[in-house]
């Protein structure tokens, strides 16, 4: 069935460093895919989405985009703050969505 | 802006009790969700409902029920308790921007003892 796989944390910075966080899909057709984060005690905010190869998702800095020759939606953002800190989590949709796992980024001032 | 009431935010029960979780929306959204969210597997979906009294199952139900006797309440109820199911609950609901753009409550930690 579908899923995501996104790279295991946790992912420890420091400020104004490059952040990247692999995601890779699996999935038939072209799914609608997401990042989410989740500040601490929060629930989940969606961040950024793309619905179709080669489109770019961007807000608040980070940019992700849909690859379908390599079926992956990396996140990347060129200098973090330690606002950043957060739990990051990619996603699909088919009919419902699915998560991955999660990565947990901690920046340091 | 969309509102999610989940209530209790915390709850510390035994093995064998039921319990209910409860979550409110201030708006007329059809979809909503609950999740699980446990480390290592990310948030997985337990039940949805796309209406009143419209259910669904997802993918880690047993053990779980709804119900969704009007628009804006869906409750989640464990109707025995167990070890496994001490975890953080997420209730959502379905944004009108499409599949996938979900909002989502502040969650409702569980722990069975």
């Keep these: 069935g579908d899923s995501v796989t996104q790279m295991e944390g946790p992912v420890t910075l420091s400020e104004e460093a490059f952040l990247t966080i692999n995601c890779t899909y699996t999935a038939t057709g072209y799914p609608s895919l997401f990042w989410y984060v989740q500040y601490p005690g929060e629930g989940l905010q969606l961040l950024l989405k793309a619905t179709k190869a080669d489109d770019k998702g961007s807000n608040k800095g980070f940019e992700a985009t849909y690859r379908k020759e390599t079926t992956s939606f990396h996140l990347e953002k060129g200098s973090v703050q330690v606002s950043d800190s957060a739990v990051y989590f990619c996603a699909l949709v088919r009919d419902k969505l699915s998560f991955g796992a999660g990565t947990t980024v901690t920046v340091r001032a | ?113």
């Design chain 2, 1 to 113: 802006d969309a509102g999610i009431t989940q209530s209790p935010r915390h709850k510390v029960t035994e093995t064998g009790t039921p319990v209910t979780l409860r979550c409110h929306q201030t708006e007329n959204h059809r979809y909503m969700y609950w999740y699980r969210q446990d480390p290592g597997h990310g948030l997985r979906l337990i039940h949805y409902s796309y209406g009143v009294k419209d259910t669904d199952k997802g993918e880690v139900s047993d053990g779980y029920s709804v119900s969704r006797s009007k628009t804006e309440d869906f409750l989640l109820t464990l109707e025995s308790a167990t070890s496994s199911q001490t975890s953080v609950y997420f209730c959502a609901i379905g944004l009108t921007g499409g599949p996938g753009e979900l909002f989502f409550g502040e969650g409702s930690r569980l722990t069975v003892l």
